[in-house]
């Protein structure tokens, strides 16, 4: 993944020109997605940060991943 | 490679194109890159008409001149020039317009009689990117071209009704370029740029994807010296780009000098490539000239006008600084406030010496 993302949640995709804006959460898994982290591992991580049950985690995290996939962010 | 430095270049260079505003021409960007290397000697611009903007813009151009439209022929482009080096040395010229190109192309050697360099490419080169020509001259050499024809009468679009999707683009041989819905709006289109362009009309399929610009400096043989790639973010209803962002795209920057290498395009230009939803580049047009965002490379570190002078002066440039993907423009209109006086010296003398 070659997105720009800055702190606030704006990224850039430097390879179409696209920007977006994610929320807090988003941001979240986002750097964790860059720092190399596997779907286990981000899952326990927002369990940890917002609170949340670990099936409540996964599906958000399949929902998000699944419209990345769909805005050509992400790679199978 | 370092920033380009011409703070101790101690010439003239002459710029063309110095209108501004819905439809602006790539001079005044071009002069303020020139200026943004350090450049400290005079500028002459170059202009057809006294209500080009940047002619009443203070610190841009020392001396301004008016020209003859390029279709009044070699003759008097020639006369008029000898007439402005009486007043003033000229050791770069660099066009930016279409339309006058081709006189500055074919004058090369008469130019240089006179002092004057250039950076453009040869006549062969700056033929073969006809937007006339695009569709034969390219897709054999695997690079795609939208599906288009050319139409020499507004009947030929009624021949073509079981083939084409509409919506579909009709061009103006030099300038312009409109979306047509239907037949009856392609007919409309086809009249109109006739009578401003002349024939042929090119239609041209619509391939939905991404669109991209970018900006190029040719070696002459087949490399690019420099190439900024932008995504256009704010487009005006003219279809012009006010606002865009550098991209950093591997496939499109490949497929930018694989057609660079076919035309061994020397000087400047602008390509125009949309990324289809296939995944397929497909290129739009090439303009033979800086275009107007051109600024933007130099904002991103890749300062294209300070190196054609450079390269114009003989200077051996293997190639450019690295841009800044994420390097943003948004074009700003501003009023100027002059005096009617300027616009006095402009339209009767046909020149403006501060």
Same mark, same amino acid.
């Given at each position: 993944?070659?997105?720009?993302?800055?702190?606030?949640?704006?990224?850039?995709?430097?390879?179409?020109?696209?920007?977006?804006?994610?929320?807090?959460?988003?941001?979240?898994?986002? =750097?964790?997605?860059?720092?190399?982290? =596997?779907?286990?591992?981000?899952?326990?991580?927002?369990?940890?940060?917002?609170?949340?049950?670990?099936? =409540?985690?996964?599906?958000?995290?399949?929902?998000?991943?699944?419209?990345?996939?769909?805005?050509?962010?992400?790679?199978? | 490679?370092?920033?380009?430095?011409?703070?101790?270049?101690?010439?003239?260079?002459?710029?063309?194109?110095?209108?501004?505003?819905?439809?602006?021409?790539?001079?005044?960007?071009?002069?303020?890159?020139?200026?943004? !290397?350090?450049?400290?000697?005079?500028?002459?611009?170059?202009?057809?008409?006294?209500?080009?903007?940047?002619?009443?813009?203070?610190?841009?151009?020392?001396?301004?001149?008016?020209?003859?439209?390029?279709?009044?022929? !070699?003759?008097?482009?020639? !006369?008029?020039?000898?007439?402005?080096?009486?007043?003033?040395?000229?050791?770069? !010229?660099?066009?930016?317009?279409?339309?006058?190109?081709?006189?500055?192309?074919?004058?090369?050697?008469?130019?240089?009689?006179?002092?004057?360099?250039?950076?453009?490419?040869?006549?062969?080169?700056?033929?073969?990117?006809?937007?006339?020509?695009?569709?034969?001259?390219?897709?054999?050499?695997?690079?795609?071209?939208?599906?288009?024809?050319?139409?020499?009468?507004?009947?030929?679009?009624?021949?073509?009704?079981?083939?084409?999707?509409?919506?579909?683009?009709?061009?103006?041989?030099?300038?312009?370029?409109?979306?047509?819905?239907?037949?009856?709006?392609?007919?409309?289109?086809?009249?109109?740029?006739?009578?401003?362009?002349?024939?042929?009309?090119?239609?041209?399929?619509?391939?939905?994807?991404?669109?991209?610009?970018?900006?190029?400096?040719?070696?002459?043989?087949?490399?690019?010296?420099?190439?900024?790639?932008?995504?256009?973010?704010?487009?005006t209803d003219k279809g012009k780009g006010f606002g865009g962002v550098v991209v950093k795209n591997p496939g499109l920057e490949s497929y930018a000098q694989r057609v660079i290498e076919a035309l061994s395009w020397r000087g400047p230009c602008e390509l125009e490539i949309i990324k289809g939803?296939?995944?397929?580049?497909?290129?739009?047009e090439i303009n033979p000239r800086f275009p107007a965002w051109v600024r933007l490379a130099e904002g991103c570190g890749q300062n294209q006008p300070a190196a054609t002078v450079l390269l114009a002066m003989g200077e051996k440039l293997d190639s450019l600084p690295l841009f800044k993907?994420?390097?943003?423009?948004?074009?700003?209109?501003?009023?100027?406030?002059?005096?009617?006086?300027?616009?006095?010296?402009?339209?009767?003398?046909?020149?403006?010496?501060?």
């Open positions: 993944m070659t997105l720009a993302v800055n702190k606030n949640g704006f990224i850039f995709d430097p390879e179409n020109g696209i920007s977006y804006t994610v929320n807090e959460t988003g941001l979240f898994v986002l =750097q964790k997605l860059q720092a190399g982290l =596997q779907n286990g591992e981000i899952i326990t991580s927002l369990c940890a940060e917002f609170e949340v049950e670990p099936e =409540q985690a996964r599906s958000d995290l399949e929902h998000f991943a699944a419209m990345l996939k769909a805005l050509n962010l992400a790679e199978d | 490679m370092n920033k380009l430095d011409l703070s101790k270049l101690d010439i003239t260079i002459a710029v063309t194109g110095l209108k501004t505003g819905d439809n602006p021409q790539p001079g005044v960007p071009v002069i303020r890159s020139i200026r943004a !290397a350090g450049f400290k000697g005079k500028i002459v611009g170059l202009v057809y008409d006294a209500m080009e903007s940047g002619i009443y813009l203070k610190g841009l151009a020392d001396e301004v001149y008016q020209m003859p439209y390029p279709s009044t022929g !070699a003759d008097s482009f020639l !006369a008029r020039l000898d007439y402005i080096l009486s007043r003033t040395k000229i050791h770069v !010229a660099i066009p930016t317009l279409d339309s006058e190109i081709p006189i500055y192309i074919r004058l090369e050697k008469e130019l240089m009689q006179r002092g004057i360099k250039t950076f453009l490419p040869t006549e062969e080169q700056f033929n073969l990117r006809d937007k006339i020509k695009l569709a034969q001259f390219f897709p054999p050499l695997g690079i795609d071209i939208p599906k288009t024809h050319l139409l020499q009468s507004a009947d030929d679009i009624y021949k073509l009704k079981d083939e084409l999707e509409f919506p579909v683009i009709v061009k103006g041989r030099l300038y312009e370029a409109y979306k047509a819905l239907n037949l009856f709006e392609a007919q409309k289109h086809f009249f109109d740029l006739q009578a401003k362009w002349g024939l042929p009309i090119i239609l041209q399929e619509i391939i939905p994807g991404d669109e991209f610009n970018v900006v190029i400096v040719g070696d002459g043989k087949g490399k690019c010296l420099g190439m900024v790639p932008q995504r256009k973010l704010v487009i939803e296939d995944g397929v580049f497909y290129l739009i993907p994420g390097t943003l423009f948004i074009r700003h209109a501003e009023d100027i406030i002059s005096d009617i006086a300027l616009l006095g010296d402009i339209s009767v003398n046909g020149e403006l010496v501060r």
